[in-house]
C-alpha cells in the first residue's frame, strides 16, 4: 500500500508539472482572457471596483489607471494562477515526500521547498526563452509564495492527520 501511495503522489506531482511546462510554452495571445472578459463585463465597471488599488510588481505599479481594466483583471488572474500552480505542487511535494520519507519533518520540507523552487526557476527561464512570453524573476517568489502555501497545507493535512489517528488510537488503547 505504502509504495502505491509513493507512486500515485509522484505521479501526481510530475503530471502537475508536465501541465505547468505546457501551460508555460503557450503563447501569450493562447492565454488572453481579455476578449472573454470584454463579452462578460464593462471596463468602466472593473475600474470602479478597483480604483485606488496599486500593486508593485518589477519595480512598476500595477493599477487600472496604469493599465486599463481589462488588462489589470488579466493580470491579477495570471498571478493568482501562479499561486494556485504552485500551491497545488506544494502539496502534492509533501505528501510525495511524506510517503516516502515518513515523520522526516525537516526533509520533507525541504525537499519539497528545493524542488518548487527549482521547478519556479526553470519554468520562467524557459518563459524567458519562448519568443512570445516574458519570464519574470519576481514570478519566481511569487511561485515560491504559493508553493510554501501548498506545502504548509500538505503538511497539515498529512501529519496533523496521521497525529489525530494515533492519538485516538492511544487513548482506545489505554481504556481497555
Do not use: C
Not at 505547468?20 to 470602479?48: C, G, K, N, T, W
Not at 527549482?118 to 519570464?135: K, N
Amino acid at each position: 500500500m505504502r509504495n502505491k501511495r509513493i507512486l500515485y503522489y509522484l505521479f501526481l506531482a510530475f503530471g502537475w508539472t508536465v501541465i505547468l511546462f505546457y501551460l508555460s510554452s503557450m503563447s501569450y495571445a493562447e492565454q488572453d482572457i481579455r476578449p472573454y472578459l470584454r463579452m462578460l463585463v464593462a471596463e468602466e465597471h472593473i475600474a470602479a471596483v478597483f480604483a485606488g488599488v496599486e500593486i508593485p510588481y518589477v519595480n512598476n505599479k500595477m493599477s487600472v489607471d496604469n493599465m486599463g481594466g481589462y488588462q489589470f483583471v488579466e493580470f491579477l488572474f495570471r498571478k493568482g494562477a501562479h499561486l494556485f500552480f504552485y500551491s497545488v505542487l506544494g502539496y502534492l511535494l509533501v505528501r510525495y515526500f511524506a510517503s516516502s520519507l515518513g515523520r522526516k519533518y525537516w526533509r520533507v520540507f525541504a525537499f519539497s521547498l528545493s524542488i518548487l523552487l527549482v521547478i519556479a526557476m526553470l519554468d520562467e527561464f524557459l518563459q524567458f526563452h519562448h519568443p512570445d512570453r516574458s519570464g519574470q524573476w519576481a514570478d519566481v517568489w511569487l511561485d515560491g509564495m504559493g508553493g510554501l502555501k501548498g506545502i504548509i497545507t500538505g503538511f497539515l493535512s498529512t501529519y496533523v492527520k496521521k497525529n489525530k489517528k494515533e492519538a485516538t488510537k492511544n487513548s482506545a488503547d489505554s481504556s481497555l
